[in-house]
C-alpha cells in the first residue's frame, strides 16, 4: 500500500486536518502508529511517516561534504519540520506558521506521492497543474530519460 490520488478537505477552527480513510489505511498497515512529520517546500506541505523520514534524514547525512546549496536545502526543510500524532479521529494539526507559508486557508487538497503525501492550497495545485499540463511532454521525455537510466537534461 502507498500513498495515491487526491482529495480535497476543509480545515477544522483549530487548523486541523481529517487524514483521508484511504492514507488513514496506508499508515496503520504500513507504518504503524508513526509519528507524521510536516515540513514545508515554497509550495506545499509535505507530510512523511517516521520511517520515511529517516531515511531522508540519513541520505542528508550521508553527504561527506556540505556544499551550501545542501545546508540552504536543510535550514528551509529540516527548520519547519514538526511532529504530528494522528487523534483518534484521524486529524492532525496544520501549525499555523507552515499555513501561513504554503497559502493554506480553509480548504486544502490532499495529494498521494507514495511514501510520502503533499498538502496543497487549492488555488498552488490549480497553478502547478496548469504549469504541468504545458510543459507535459518535455516532463514525460524527462521522465522516459530517467528511467531508461539516463541523467535527464539541465
Not at 536545502?73 to 500524532?85: H, M, N, P, T
Request: hydrophobic letters at 35%.
Amino acid at each position: 500500500m502507498r500513498f495515491r490520488g487526491r482529495s480535497t478537505h476543509t480545515l477544522d477552527a483549530k487548523g486541523r486536518l481529517s487524514i483521508p480513510a484511504r492514507f488513514r489505511e496506508v499508515l496503520r498497515q504500513r507504518y504503524g502508529n508513526a509519528t507524521l512529520i510536516m515540513t514545508n517546500t515554497p509550495e506545499c506541505l509535505y507530510v512523511y511517516p517516521w520511517p520515511e523520514w529517516q531515511e531522508l534524514e540519513e541520505k542528508l547525512l550521508s553527504s561527506p561534504i556540505e556544499p551550501p546549496e545542501l545546508r540552504l536545502y536543510k535550514r528551509y526543510f529540516l527548520g519547519s519540520a514538526e511532529e504530528c500524532q494522528p487523534d483518534r479521529q484521524g486529524r492532525i494539526l496544520i501549525p499555523n506558521h507552515l499555513r501561513q507559508e504554503v497559502g493554506i486557508e480553509r480548504e486544502v487538497v490532499l495529494v498521494g506521492m507514495l511514501n510520502y503525501f503533499e498538502i496543497w492550497s487549492p488555488k498552488r495545485l490549480e497553478a502547478e497543474f496548469q504549469r504541468v499540463r504545458e510543459n507535459f511532454a518535455e516532463l514525460s521525455a524527462r521522465v522516459a530519460n530517467l528511467f531508461a537510466g539516463e541523467k535527464a537534461p539541465a
